[in-house]
């Protein structure tokens, strides 16, 4: 039982295989009073006991800057690069390179168009194609072709072009014509179907509303109101109401004569006995003498 007594010293496991992280200490035996222990005559005291513990912690602090930490090193050599991408773009190829604050998947402005019209050159997002045509043309002008067409009383209107079998249809222009040009465009169409012969306006020129003539009972109805305006008109001449002139007699007047304030001078005339020259149409007035008047103004 004489054998040395060897200091309990702590052990940390250095297995890097489990965990790489894990510092190594290296061990050193704490040297302990030989022969001190072995029977209960010879017992270690407390505070030699304390004294080996404190000893040993002393020791231990010393070697802990010492430790080192398993370290794993790469060879760079044997990295293997990862394949490239098939969205990446090489430049030696004459690809398009990403640009910053372009989408992806942008595509460049396709190529400008020259309109057949005006002959500014301008971006295809402005161009109109007419179906069954090959031209091209800008929306501005678009316009304004329809709206002078149907100034004119043109509702079929064909491709600009002389000869062109392109036809402008209300619907495929309805995206580039205001509401107003369109609105137009379609009561044009709806007077068209209406005979010429059966359709008339209201002849005050501030309404002008479009009205359909019956024809049948042409020569019983004078009369008639505007269901636009509601105001009188004639029927038969087409004209504001002539209450104080008959239609035969008021269709022997000339178109420069049918206003209501010539009927009213006529009617004044026909009062007081005014004669009319027959050449200048001058009235007027025969004071004494006899019915042989020379006009004055020939």
């Known amino acids: 039982m004489g054998a040395n007594r060897a200091s309990p010293t702590?052990?940390?496991?250095?297995?890097?295989?489990?965990?790489?992280?894990?510092?190594?200490?290296?061990?050193?035996?704490?040297?302990?009073?030989?022969?001190?222990g072995n029977c209960p005559n010879d017992a270690i005291s407390v505070e030699q006991y304390d004294d080996d513990r404190d000893l040993q912690?002393?020791?231990?602090?010393?070697?802990?800057?010492?430790?080192?930490?398993?370290?794993?090193?790469?060879?760079?050599?044997?990295?293997?690069?990862p394949p490239s991408s098939s969205t990446s773009r090489n430049p030696s190829k004459g690809s398009a390179i990403r640009e910053p604050g372009r989408s992806s998947n942008s595509k460049?402005?396709?190529?400008?168009?020259?309109?057949?019209?005006?002959?500014?050159?301008?971006?295809?997002?402005?161009?109109?194609?007419?179906?069954?045509?090959?031209?091209?043309?800008?929306?501005?002008?678009?316009?304004?072709?329809?709206?002078?067409?149907?100034?004119?009383?043109v509702t079929k209107i064909r491709c600009p072009v002389?000869?062109?079998?392109?036809?402008?249809?209300?619907?495929?222009?309805?995206?580039?014509?205001?509401?107003?040009?369109?609105?137009r465009w379609g009561s044009a169409l709806c007077e068209a179907v209406?005979?010429?012969?059966?359709?008339?306006?209201?002849?005050?020129?501030d309404c002008s509303a479009l009205m359909i003539d019956d024809g049948g009972e042409r020569d019983a109805i004078t009369q008639s109101e505007c269901l636009n305006c509601r105001r009188l008109f004639c029927a038969r001449c087409k004209?504001?109401?002539?209450?104080?002139?008959?239609?035969?007699?008021?269709?022997?007047l000339n178109k420069d004569e049918r206003e209501r304030e010539d009927i009213m001078l006529m009617q004044l005339a026909k009062k007081n006995r005014w004669m009319r020259c027959p050449k200048c149409k001058f009235y007027v007035e025969r004071?004494?003498?006899?019915?042989?008047?020379?006009?004055?103004?020939?």
């Open 287 to 298: 004071k004494e003498g006899c019915l042989y008047m020379l006009c004055s103004s020939i």
């Open 194 to 205: 209406i005979l010429a012969a059966e359709k008339f306006y209201c002849p005050f020129k």
């Open 162 to 183: 002389s000869g062109c079998e392109g036809v402008l249809e209300p619907e495929h222009c309805r995206t580039i014509l205001p509401s107003e040009v369109f609105n």
């Open 10 to 36: 702590a052990v940390i496991d250095g297995d890097g295989d489990e965990n790489e992280n894990e510092d190594v200490l290296l061990l050193y035996p704490i040297p302990t009073s030989q022969n001190t």
């Open 108 to 153: 460049p402005d396709p190529t400008p168009f020259t309109c057949e019209i005006c002959f500014d050159v301008k971006p295809q997002i402005e161009s109109f194609k007419i179906v069954g045509c090959s031209h091209s043309y800008c929306s501005d002008c678009m316009i304004k072709y329809v709206a002078s067409k149907l100034q004119e009383n």
């Open 239 to 252: 004209v504001p109401w002539h209450s104080e002139i008959g239609c035969e007699e008021f269709q022997k």
């Open 57 to 81: 912690l002393a020791i231990m602090a010393s070697l802990a800057p010492q430790t080192r930490r398993k370290r794993r090193f790469i060879d760079l050599d044997d990295v293997v690069s």
